[in-house]
C-alpha cells in the first residue's frame, strides 16, 4: 500500500525561472502596452477628462463619414500595396533565389550581397534617394529616358494620383526584395542532394525540376514569405511618410493605414491629436494582421506537406 | 528610490537657485522657446539691450527643440518648473495653456497698446476678452521676382491681374525662365503661398474671415471660390512636372535663377539673401482693378507670455512691456529679416526686400490665415483639407466648385457657429 503513494513531485520552480526574463521582458513591452491601446480605444477624452464609451470610437471609425471615408480609402490603398508586393516582389524573389542557387553562376556572393544591400538601408534614405531619383526637375529618371529616346514616358510619378501608390509600392519592391531572395535561397540549399539525384535519375531535369521538385519542397518558406509581407505591409508606414509626407498626397492616394493612424494619433499641423480614435486605428490594424495571420496558419499551413528527410 | 533621489536633486537645485538670486538681489528671468536659431540674437543683441536699461533684471534665454517644444513646456509647466517668460505659438496651442491656468492675462499689460487687433487675435480667446501674450513676429505673403528677368524680358511689377497673368504669358512666351516656382507635392506650398496668398483680396481679409467664422459667409461663396478659380490658372506658368516638385525644389529653382516668379513667405527672404545672385523684388498679391484696396495675409506666428506660476511677475512684465516696445521691435526685425515685428510704430529695416514687404503694411489692410483660428479645431481638420485641395485645383484634378463643396462640406459636419 505504501508503495502507492509517490512522493509529491516538487513543484519545478526551475521553469518558471528560466521562462520569467522572457515572459517579464515580453509582456512589459509587447503585452502591455497592447492592452493599453485596446483600453484607450474603449475610452474618450471629454472636458480633460477619460471616459467610458464603449464600442463608440469604432462606430465613429465606420460610421462617421469624416473618418470612415479616410479609413476604407486607407484600406484599399494598403491591399493594393499588399497585392504588389505578392505579384512582383515574392515571384522575383523566387526568381533570384533560383538563379543564385544555380551553380553554374560565377560572383553569385556578389550579387546576393549587392541584392540584399537596399533592405539594410534606413527608409529615409531610401525616401529620399528615390524622391530624388524620380525627380522631374534634377532626377536621373527622366535624363536616363530621355537617352534611350523615351522621355515621352516619364511623368511626374510621385505626384499623380493614379501613378503614386504603385510607384512607391515598386520602390519598397526594390528596398525588401532581398528577404524572400535570402529566405527561398537558404530553403533551396536545404534541399538534399539524394533528391535531386534522384530525380535527374528519373529524367526530371532543367526547368521541370525546378516545377515539380524544388517548388514544392520550398513551399512552406514561400508561405512563410507571404505572411512577412502581410504583416510588414499592413503596419508599413515609413516609405509613405518620407516620401510623401504624413497627408499621403496626393489628395490622400497614398495614404494607408500606418499614416492614417498617425494623423489621428500624433496629429498633423494645426490638427489636434486624438490618441483614442489613433487607438481604435490601431485596433482595427491589430484585428487585420491577426486575421490574416489565422487565414495563414490555420487554413494554409496545416495544408502544406512536409516533406522528412 | 529613483524618485526620491530625482526629488532631491530638483529640491537641492531649487534651494541653490534661490540662494544665488538672494545673493545676488537680482531677478533672474528665464524664457522658454522653440527658437534655437535665435539664441545668438537673444544673448548678444537683445538680452545687453534690455539689461543695459534695467538693471537688477537678468534675463536667460533657454531654448528647446522646436518638435520637443510643446511636450517639453507641457511637462515643466505641470511640474512647477518652466520659465517665467514662455514663447507663445499661435492660436490653440497657447490658448489651451491659458484655459489650464499655466498663461497669464496680459490684456492690462502696458505697451499692449502698440498692437492692433488683428495682431493680438492669435492670443486672445475666441471672444477677444483677454490677450494672454505678447504678439512678437509675424511673417507677410507675397510673390518675390527675379529682378533681371524682368528687365531683361522688360516686364513691369504687376499691380492688376490682368498684369500678372500677362507677365506670365510673356515669360512663357520668352522661354528662358519658368514663370512660376511652385509645385504640388508637398500641399501646403499650394494652400500657403497660393490659396491664402491671393485669397484675402477677394474675401476681404478680416471682413471675410470674420464672417466665415461667424457663418454668415461659406467657403462655397464667391468670394471663397474665386481665389481657387484663379490657382487652377496657375498650372500652365508651372514648371514641368509640377505634380512631384517639392518646397526645396521650387526654392532652389528660384534660387539657381531658373524660375521667374516665386509665391512667397517672408520667412524666406534670409535664405534667398544668401543663395541669389540676381537682383529680387517682391510685390504684393495683384488686385483686380488698379487702385482697388489691397489685403494681404500677415500671419502672427511668434509671440511670450508670462509663466502664471512665475515668482517675479513684475520683472517679467516689465521685460514683456520691453518686448512691446519699438526698441525691440528694431532690434529683432533687422536681426531676423523676414520676421516683422507687429509693432504699429513703424520699425526701420536694412534690409530692401524685407522694406519693400512691410511697406504693404501701410497701403494694403492686413489679415491672417482663413483657417487658422476656430476654424481648425475639428475632425476634418479645416487647414489639411486646404492643403489637399488646393493642389487638387492646381493638378486639375478637383474643380474649384468642388473643392469648395468638400471643404465647405467637412466643416459643416463638426462646426456650428451660433447665429
Known amino acids: 500500500m505504501a508503495a502507492d503513494i509517490r512522493p509529491k513531485r516538487p513543484f519545478r520552480w526551475h521553469i518558471a525561472i528560466f521562462l520569467a526574463p522572457a515572459v517579464l521582458v515580453y509582456t512589459a513591452i509587447m503585452i502591455l502596452p497592447l492592452a493599453g491601446t485596446l483600453q484607450l480605444s474603449l475610452f474618450r477624452n471629454i472636458d480633460q477628462h477619460q471616459v467610458f464609451v464603449g464600442f463608440d470610437n469604432f462606430r465613429t471609425l465606420f460610421g462617421d463619414p469624416n473618418w470612415s471615408v479616410n479609413f476604407w480609402n486607407a484600406l484599399r490603398n494598403n491591399v493594393w500595396f499588399f497585392i504588389i508586393h505578392m505579384l512582383v516582389q515574392n515571384p522575383i524573389g523566387v526568381l533570384l533565389a533560383a538563379l543564385l542557387s544555380s551553380p553554374k553562376l560565377r560572383f553569385s556572393a556578389f550579387y546576393r550581397t549587392a541584392i540584399f544591400v537596399p533592405t539594410i538601408l534606413s527608409f529615409v534614405i531610401v525616401g529620399f534617394a528615390w524622391k530624388l531619383i524620380l525627380s522631374p526637375l534634377w532626377g536621373v529618371a527622366p535624363h536616363l529616358l530621355d537617352f534611350v529616346g523615351l522621355k515621352s514616358l516619364f511623368t511626374p510619378w510621385l505626384g499623380k494620383e493614379q501613378y503614386a501608390l504603385t510607384a512607391l509600392s515598386l520602390v519598397s519592391v526594390w528596398q525588401f526584395i532581398g528577404i524572400p531572395m535570402m529566405l527561398i535561397y537558404a530553403a533551396l540549399l536545404s534541399i538534399p542532394d539524394e533528391v535531386i539525384e534522384a530525380a535527374e535519375c528519373d529524367g526530371i531535369t532543367g526547368m521541370s525540376q525546378f516545377w515539380k521538385i524544388k517548388l514544392p519542397l520550398i513551399l512552406p518558406s514561400i508561405g512563410i514569405i507571404s505572411i512577412l509581407t502581410f504583416v510588414g505591409n499592413f503596419n508599413a508606414f515609413d516609405l509613405i511618410y518620407t516620401a510623401q509626407g504624413a497627408l499621403a498626397g496626393p489628395n490622400y492616394s497614398t495614404d494607408i493605414l500606418g499614416t492614417f493612424l498617425y494623423r489621428a494619433f500624433f496629429g498633423f499641423q494645426l490638427q489636434v491629436g486624438d490618441p483614442n480614435m489613433g487607438a481604435t486605428i490601431a485596433t482595427i490594424m491589430f484585428l487585420i494582421i491577426l486575421g490574416g495571420v489565422c487565414v495563414y496558419l490555420f487554413l494554409i499551413q496545416t495544408r502544406l506537406r512536409r516533406y522528412q528527410f | ?419
Open chain 2, 1 to 419: 528610490m529613483k524618485t526620491k533621489l530625482l526629488t532631491a536633486l530638483l529640491l537641492g537645485t531649487s534651494i541653490l537657485g534661490t540662494a544665488g538670486v538672494a545673493y545676488a538681489e537680482d531677478v533672474t528671468l528665464n524664457i522658454e522657446s522653440w527658437r534655437g536659431d535665435d539664441l545668438s540674437i537673444w544673448k548678444d543683441k537683445l538680452i545687453p539691450a534690455f539689461e543695459a536699461k534695467n538693471p537688477g533684471i537678468k534675463v536667460v534665454f533657454a531654448p528647446s527643440a522646436p518638435t520637443e517644444y510643446d511636450a517639453a513646456l507641457g511637462a515643466k509647466l505641470a511640474a512647477g518648473s518652466a520659465g517665467d517668460l514662455i514663447t507663445c505659438r499661435p492660436f490653440d496651442k497657447s490658448l489651451e495653456l491659458f484655459k489650464k491656468g499655466n498663461l497669464a492675462d496680459l490684456s492690462s499689460l502696458p505697451g499692449m497698446e502698440n498692437f492692433s487687433p488683428v495682431a493680438k487675435s492669435a492670443w486672445q480667446t475666441d471672444d477677444g476678452k483677454s490677450t494672454f501674450c505678447v504678439p512678437m513676429a509675424s511673417v507677410i505673403h507675397g510673390f518675390i521676382y527675379n529682378k533681371d528677368a524682368f528687365d531683361k524680358l522688360g516686364i513691369k511689377v504687376p499691380q492688376t491681374r490682368d498684369e500678372f497673368f500677362a507677365a506670365l504669358d510673356k515669360i512663357k512666351a520668352d522661354g528662358t525662365y519658368i514663370p512660376m516656382a511652385m509645385g504640388t507635392k508637398d500641399l501646403w506650398e499650394a494652400a500657403t503661398m497660393g490659396y491664402q496668398n491671393i485669397g484675402p483680396n477677394y474675401w476681404k481679409g478680416e471682413d471675410g474671415r470674420a464672417a466665415l467664422i461667424k457663418g454668415e459667409q461659406k467657403l462655397t461663396d464667391k468670394d471663397w471660390v474665386a481665389p481657387y478659380e484663379e490657382l487652377a490658372k496657375w498650372k500652365p506658368y508651372l514648371g514641368d512636372g509640377f505634380e512631384a516638385q517639392t518646397y526645396p525644389d521650387s526654392q532652389n529653382l528660384f534660387t539657381l535663377g531658373r524660375a521667374a516668379i516665386y509665391p512667397a513667405g517672408s520667412w524666406e527672404i534670409g535664405l534667398f539673401n544668401t543663395q541669389a545672385q540676381f537682383k529680387m523684388g517682391a510685390f504684393p498679391p495683384p488686385v483686380e482693378k488698379a487702385g482697388d484696396t489691397c489685403y494681404i495675409s500677415d500671419h502672427t506666428d511668434i509671440g511670450m507670455g508670462l509663466n502664471a506660476a512665475s515668482k517675479h511677475a513684475d520683472a517679467a512684465k516689465t521685460f514683456l512691456s520691453w518686448v512691446a516696445s519699438a526698441d525691440f521691435a528694431t532690434i529683432y526685425a533687422n536681426a531676423l529679416p523676414g520676421f516683422f515685428s507687429l509693432n504699429s510704430a513703424p520699425v526701420k529695416m536694412e534690409d530692401p526686400l524685407a522694406q519693400e514687404f512691410v511697406s504693404w503694411r501701410g497701403k494694403c489692410k492686413s489679415t491672417i490665415r482663413s483657417t487658422y483660428q476656430i476654424l481648425s479645431r475639428g475632425t476634418p481638420n479645416l487647414e489639411n483639407e486646404t492643403w489637399v485641395e488646393s493642389a487638387n485645383v492646381i493638378n486639375g484634378t478637383d474643380t474649384p466648385e468642388a473643392a469648395a463643396k468638400k471643404l465647405q462640406t467637412g466643416l459643416d459636419s463638426w462646426y456650428h457657429p451660433a447665429k
